[in-house]
Nanobody, 125 residues
Framework: QVQLVESGGGLVQAGGSLRLSCAAS????????MGWFRQAPGKEREFVAA????????YYTDSVQGRFTISRDNAKNTVYLQMNSLKPEDTAVYYC??????????????????WGQGTQVTVSS
């Protein structure tokens, strides 16, 4: 069993930065691929970034490439999403997710088994 708790969301002006954290409990965290997804009002949940178990492979959706960075610290059971140059269109609830099988990252929501409760990110223009 894995429990995920996100933090770090808030209100920021366009061009600003935020760092989201996802604290995980459970013995399988260090072997699991992790991802960040987001959902804006009236829209479907979308993939943002993913990282494999070791941190050696990362993936990003095109709209955040070069602005967001996903990383993990397995010793702290935590995955991060550093968000720079934020835009109003980044406004959404951001969710952390963990795969149930060890190893690789994934970019589709159905490939993740465990989900956090979400943290709100609001970017004002």
């Amino acid at each position: 069993q894995v429990q995920l708790v996100e933090s770090g969301g808030g209100l920021v002006q366009a061009g600003g930065s935020l760092r989201l954290s996802c604290a995980a409990s459970g013995r399988t965290f260090s072997s699991s691929g992790m991802g960040w997804f987001r959902q804006a009002p009236g829209k479907e949940r979308e993939f943002v970034a993913a990282i494999n178990w070791s941190g050696s492979s990362t993936y990003y959706t095109d709209s955040v490439q070069g602005r967001f960075t996903i990383s993990r610290d397995n010793a702290k059971n935590t995955v991060y999403l550093q968000m720079n140059s934020l835009k109003p269109e980044d406004t959404a609830v951001y969710y952390c997710a963990a795969r149930s099988m060890p190893g690789s990252a994934a970019t589709r929501a159905y490939e993740y088994y465990y989900w956090g409760q979400g943290t709100q990110v609001t970017v004002s223009s």
